[in-house]
């Protein structure tokens, strides 16, 4: 087995790469370094998990370089994570989405396909659930209007999955859940609510603190890939999976773990986000049937693993970090 993981310098691509290797399989990351959040901060996480070496500066829209790298490695296996992310971001600057999210998803699966490479994981997203439907989502739902053009781009990276022809590549689109953890992204909820905690600035809350999420812990997620990549089980030609915890709790239950584990956090109530939707819930049933261990990590446990992490950092580089996301 020979994998490639993109966006392996990211948040979920670090750890999966990382874990990758403490397991021995033979593998080789790629990733663009993009400036939506600090690439210092993408620089740090390789360097911290000794992977420097180990991932390469790559655009995946560039078909060229995709393809000198396939003709050179020939991945057995792919683990599709680069992606634009940020579902309020796209309000603001689409093209990302339209050029890395589109053209390069097109790239990797044409590519895929031309090397035959046996398995082809990719990042979807909770996103595309939108709002409106009955908890646990379920994979087979139908899915209402996307309600942010990240959503979007995830919803057609499905629809591109399974219906471009293939004669040998294996497509599972991996729909994660609100994943959280150490080096996670400068603009989700929990590395901002921790570092404003330490930066002692105030967290501006543009959603209610009923807001539900199923929150996964990233290890968790990197374990199920690992998981998804050894399993032999003959399945369809494209299957659509969750990865999720299971176990939603709402932002206020988020906010208490925080503070009880010693992070209190000055909360500033601003206009709620109409791009934000009210609930994720997944059901893992179809996770289960595959006989794949899904997430377990309880929301504490994997909140104070985050917490031993960024107390860690620099407070210098946490607050670049922090600022490089305009909010």
């Given at each position: 087995?020979?994998?490639?993981v993109?966006?392996?310098?990211?948040?979920?691509?670090?750890?999966?790469?990382?874990?990758?290797?403490s397991?021995?399989?033979?593998?080789?990351?790629i990733?663009?370094?993009?400036t939506?959040?600090?690439?210092?901060?993408?620089?740090?996480?390789?360097?911290?998990?000794?992977?420097?070496?180990?991932?390469?500066?790559?655009?995946?829209?560039?078909?060229?370089?995709l393809?000198?790298?396939?003709?050179?490695?020939?991945?057995?296996?792919?683990?599709?994570?680069a992606?634009?992310g940020?579902?309020?971001?796209?309000?603001?600057?689409?093209?990302?989405?339209l050029?890395?999210?589109?053209?390069?998803?097109?790239?990797?699966v044409?590519?895929?396909?031309?090397?035959?490479?046996?398995?082809?994981?990719?990042?979807?997203?909770?996103?595309?659930?939108?709002?409106?439907?009955?908890?646990?989502?379920?994979?087979?739902?139908?899915?209402?209007?996307?309600?942010s053009?990240?959503?979007?781009?995830?919803?057609?990276?499905?629809?591109?999955?399974?219906?471009?022809p293939t004669?040998?590549?294996?497509?599972?689109g991996?729909r994660f859940?609100?994943?959280?953890?150490?080096?996670?992204?400068?603009?989700?909820?929990?590395?901002?609510?921790?570092?404003?905690?330490?930066?002692?600035?105030?967290?501006?809350l543009?959603?209610?603190?009923?807001?539900?999420?199923?929150?996964?812990?990233?290890?968790?997620?990197?374990?199920?890939?690992?998981?998804?990549?050894?399993?032999?089980?003959?399945?369809?030609?494209?299957?659509?999976?969750?990865?999720?915890?299971?176990k939603p709790?709402?932002?206020?239950?988020?906010?208490?773990?925080?503070?009880?584990?010693?992070?209190?956090?000055?909360?500033?109530?601003?206009?709620?986000?109409?791009?934000?939707?009210?609930?994720?819930?997944?059901?893992?049933?179809?996770?289960?049937?595959?006989?794949?261990?899904?997430?377990?990590?309880?929301?504490?446990?994997?909140?104070?693993?985050t917490?031993?992490?960024?107390?860690?950092?620099?407070?210098?580089?946490?607050?670049?970090?922090?600022d490089s996301?305009?909010?």
């Amino acid at each position: 087995m020979r994998i490639l993981v993109t966006g392996a310098a990211g948040f979920i691509g670090g750890n999966l790469l990382s874990t990758l290797k403490s397991e021995n399989f033979e593998c080789k990351g790629i990733d663009s370094f993009s400036t939506y959040y600090s690439p210092e901060m993408k620089l740090a996480h390789v360097s911290s998990l000794d992977l420097y070496d180990d991932v390469l500066k790559m655009d995946i829209n560039s078909r060229e370089d995709l393809q000198s790298l396939f003709n050179s490695f020939r991945p057995s296996h792919v683990v599709h994570l680069a992606a634009q992310g940020g579902v309020r971001a796209s309000r603001n600057d689409p093209w990302p989405y339209l050029s890395t999210n589109q053209i390069g998803f097109q790239n990797i699966v044409e590519l895929c396909e031309e090397y035959s490479v046996k398995k082809l994981l990719y990042a979807s997203s909770s996103s595309v659930y939108g709002q409106g439907l009955n908890p646990p989502f379920k994979e087979s739902d139908y899915l209402p209007m996307p309600r942010s053009l990240y959503a979007l781009s995830k919803f057609s990276n499905e629809l591109v999955a399974g219906n471009f022809p293939t004669n040998s590549t294996q497509r599972i689109g991996m729909r994660f859940f609100s994943v959280y953890g150490p080096w996670g992204r400068p603009d989700m909820a929990v590395f901002r609510i921790l570092a404003s905690s330490l930066l002692k600035k105030d967290f501006k809350l543009t959603a209610n603190k009923e807001l539900i999420r199923d929150f996964t812990y990233v290890q968790d997620v990197s374990n199920t890939i690992v998981s998804l990549l050894n399993s032999e089980v003959s399945r369809k030609k494209h299957e659509i999976l969750n990865i999720a915890g299971s176990k939603p709790e709402t932002l206020e239950t988020l906010f208490n773990i925080t503070e009880e584990l010693g992070y209190p956090i000055k909360i500033i109530q601003e206009k709620s986000d109409p791009m934000d939707v009210n609930m994720t819930h997944a059901s893992v049933d179809k996770l289960e049937q595959w006989n794949i261990a899904g997430p377990q990590t309880l929301l504490k446990v994997g909140i104070g693993n985050t917490i031993d992490w960024i107390k860690k950092i620099e407070i210098q580089a946490l607050s670049a970090w922090y600022d490089s996301i305009k909010t």
